[in-house]
Each structure stands twice: as structure tokens, then as C-alpha cells.
């Protein structure tokens, strides 16, 4: 079931709405409808929906003004509004859904269809992460890199890491036989998986400890195939002292 709550000051669109979602969508669950703005945000913050209607227009409080009161907001909001105004081009620019007044049942269909895929990606998203944090935990174990991929995971040899490097976010895994992957994953998430022969040099950069050719006093350190990384000024001590 997908539960929803309908906030709108005007009775009949609030009747309205919540019979067009009843008609069109048996599988919603409306737990409460609400024409006064400040209860509703009583509401929605101990009893966080699915998806959240919310008119834009209203006395007291208007959508905008609901919506900055409610502790992380991490729900579906559709706005439904009886102007074509500026509001409309920021829902646009933002990949907002909503409806104009009176509301059309295509335009209601698609603005919900669009509500249920994102609901759809943040489960599938929150199940591979949940599947990765246990994988993380056995993956050291098991001597491999696991890597998140849009065709599902790779596992990858530790021995076949030359070196992680992150940058803006994101991670890229230089591989032997210069190939590489990039992961949405930060570095943070890697450095979990490895084991005692990686090195973190410097905060955006981990290398493999058995690939190392050489290093250099002005601060490098070389790898197979004169891959040369950074070694941060607080790290020089403690990595010439592996070696002593």
C-alpha cells in the first residue's frame, strides 16, 4: 500500500482529490486529509507518507511554507495549484510533480506514475545498499573490491588494484593493464574493504602496497607502468616507516 495525505483549505478539491486517487488507484492508502495547514504539519512529521498532495494557495500557511516546516522531507510531494505562475517553471526545473486546478485525470495519472517510479528507485536503492554494507563487511575476507555497476556488482581481485582515487564524490579504480572504473561510491567506502597490503597516502588516494616500483623524496610514490600518486606531507613518515 502507498500512503498519502491530501492537504488543501477548499473542501470539495480536497473530496475531489481524494476520490479521483481512490478510483484510479485502489492501492493508496489515504491516512488523513487536512484543510488546515498548520495541523497538517503537525501530521506529516509523526506520520511521514509515501506521497504528500499539497495545495500551493492557501491562507496561513501556503505549500511552500508546509513544506519548509517538515523534518526531512524525504517523501513524494505532488503540488496542486490553481495558477500557471512562476511556481510552475520551478517544479519543472526541479522535476517536482504537480497538477493544475481543476484537475485533469491524465495529468493527475502521470504526475502519480512519476511519484511511484521514484518511490520504486529509492527501494531498489536502499536494498543494494543494504546488500553492499554486508557485502563490504565479508569482502576483506575475501580478498575482493566490490564495485557497484548499472548491470548490478563487480568483484574484483585485490590483486588486480593498482590504485583508488577519489575525486568529487566519486571513485575511480585503476586497474592492472591500464583500465579503470569509475563508482558513484565515495573513497570512504572502499577504504572499508581493504586490506593490510593498501595504503591510504593521502585523502583522496589509496594505493596497493605490492605494486609500488619506486618513491620519490619530493613526495611520490610510483607504480607499476610509472603511475605516479601523491603522498601527503602527514603520511611521508608513516609510509617510508612500512619499509623500515
Same mark, same amino acid.
Given at each position: 500500500?502507498?500512503?498519502?495525505?491530501?492537504?488543501?483549505?477548499?473542501?470539495?478539491?480536497?473530496?475531489?482529490?481524494?476520490?479521483?486517487?481512490?478510483?484510479?488507484? *485502489?492501492?493508496? =492508502?489515504?491516512?488523513?486529509?487536512?484543510?488546515?495547514?498548520?495541523?497538517?504539519?503537525?501530521?506529516?512529521? =509523526? =506520520?511521514?507518507?509515501?506521497?504528500?498532495?499539497?495545495?500551493?494557495?492557501?491562507?496561513?500557511?501556503? +505549500?511552500?511554507?508546509?513544506?519548509?516546516?517538515?523534518?526531512?522531507?524525504?517523501?513524494?510531494?505532488?503540488?496542486?495549484?490553481?495558477?500557471?505562475? /512562476?511556481?510552475?517553471?520551478?517544479?519543472?526545473?526541479?522535476?517536482?510533480?504537480?497538477? %493544475?486546478?481543476?484537475?485533469?485525470?491524465?495529468? #493527475?495519472?502521470?504526475?502519480?506514475?512519476?511519484?511511484?517510479?521514484?518511490?520504486?528507485?529509492?527501494?531498489? #536503492?536502499?536494498?543494494?545498499?543494504? %546488500?553492499?554494507?554486508?557485502?563490504?563487511?565479508?569482502?576483506?575476507?575475501?580478498?575482493? #573490491?566490490?564495485?557497484?555497476?548499472?548491470?548490478?556488482?563487480?568483484?574484483?581481485?585485490?590483486?588486480?588494484?593498482?590504485?583508488?582515487?577519489?575525486?568529487? +564524490? /566519486?571513485?575511480?579504480?585503476?586497474?592492472?593493464?591500464?583500465?579503470?572504473?569509475?563508482?558513484?561510491?565515495?573513497?570512504?567506502? /572502499?577504504?572499508?574493504?581493504?586490506?593490510?597490503?593498501?595504503?591510504?597516502?593521502?585523502?583522496?588516494?589509496?594505493?596497493?602496497?605490492?605494486?609500488?616500483?619506486?618513491?620519490?623524496?619530493? +613526495?611520490?610514490?610510483?607504480?607499476? +607502468?610509472?603511475?605516479?600518486? *601523491?603522498?601527503?606531507?602527514?603520511?611521508?613518515?608513516?609510509?617510508?616507516?612500512?619499509?623500515?
Amino acid at each position: 500500500m502507498i500512503d498519502a495525505i491530501l492537504v488543501d483549505d477548499e473542501e470539495n478539491a480536497l473530496k475531489s482529490l481524494a476520490l479521483k486517487i481512490n478510483r484510479f488507484y *485502489p492501492n493508496f =492508502n489515504i491516512i488523513n486529509t487536512f484543510q488546515n495547514p498548520t495541523e497538517a504539519v503537525a501530521f506529516i512529521n =509523526n =506520520n511521514k507518507p509515501d506521497i504528500l498532495f499539497l495545495d500551493v494557495e492557501m491562507p496561513v500557511l501556503s +505549500g511552500f511554507d508546509i513544506l519548509a516546516e517538515i523534518e526531512n522531507p524525504d517523501f513524494e510531494i505532488i503540488f496542486v495549484t490553481a495558477y500557471n505562475n /512562476y511556481a510552475i517553471e520551478a517544479f519543472r526545473h526541479c522535476a517536482i510533480g504537480y497538477v %493544475l486546478k481543476p484537475i485533469d485525470n491524465d495529468e #493527475l495519472n502521470s504526475a502519480i506514475n512519476s511519484a511511484l517510479k521514484n518511490i520504486e528507485q529509492k527501494n531498489n #536503492l536502499s536494498k543494494n545498499n543494504a %546488500l553492499l554494507e554486508l557485502l563490504i563487511e565479508k569482502s576483506a575476507i575475501a580478498n575482493k #573490491l566490490i564495485v557497484p555497476t548499472n548491470k548490478g556488482l563487480s568483484f574484483i581481485a585485490f590483486d588486480k588494484v593498482m590504485h583508488i582515487e577519489g575525486y568529487d +564524490g /566519486y571513485t575511480r579504480i585503476h586497474l592492472t593493464g591500464n583500465s579503470e572504473i569509475i563508482s558513484s561510491y565515495n573513497i570512504g567506502k /572502499y577504504e572499508k574493504m581493504i586490506d593490510d597490503n593498501f595504503f591510504k597516502c593521502h585523502k583522496s588516494h589509496i594505493i596497493n602496497l605490492q605494486k609500488i616500483t619506486a618513491f620519490e623524496k619530493e +613526495g611520490f610514490i610510483i607504480l607499476e +607502468g610509472e603511475k605516479r600518486v *601523491p603522498v601527503s606531507k602527514t603520511k611521508r613518515k608513516e609510509f617510508i616507516d612500512l619499509f623500515s
